[in-house]
């Protein structure tokens, strides 16, 4: 359908900065909004930020103010989420999660596209 692919996760230290970035192939649905969540193994999934295709966007309470997402509809609507003052309860599993559509059928939230992941780990 719409493949995912996260890049940009890996070590850092407690306060610094990671940026990761979510690109799809070309597709015949249309790309709607985008949004990062995370997982840690045996935890649900946690929303993280969104943003509509006119860069509306919305944050959870636990990064606002420290991690920015944006993205850019010329590159194949790549999405970034910038994480700054990075702390050790923000390493997980972060995904990138599309909205798509085509025709009269749109699939959202977990029905919509997943990446595979990538891993950010923040040592104290």
């Known amino acids: 359908q719409v493949p995912l692919v996260e890049s940009g996760g890996g070590l850092v230290q407690t306060g610094g900065s990671l940026t990761l970035s979510c690109a799809h192939s070309p597709t015949e649905y249309t790309i709607n909004a985008m949004g990062w969540y995370r997982q840690v193994a045996g935890n649900q999934r946690e929303f993280l930020a969104r943003?509509?295709?006119?860069?509306?966007?919305?944050y959870a309470d636990s990064v606002k103010g420290r991690f920015t997402i944006s993205r850019d509809n010329a590159k194949n609507n790549t999405v970034y989420l910038q994480m700054d003052d990075l702390r050790p309860e923000d390493t997980a599993v972060y995904l990138c999660?599309?909205?798509?559509?085509?025709?009269?059928?749109?699939?959202?939230?977990?029905?919509?596209?997943w990446g595979q992941g990538t891993q950010v780990t923040v040592s104290s």
């Open positions: 943003i509509t295709t006119d860069n509306k966007t919305r």
């Open positions: 999660n599309a909205a798509f559509s085509k025709g009269p059928f749109h699939y959202t939230g977990s029905m919509g596209a």
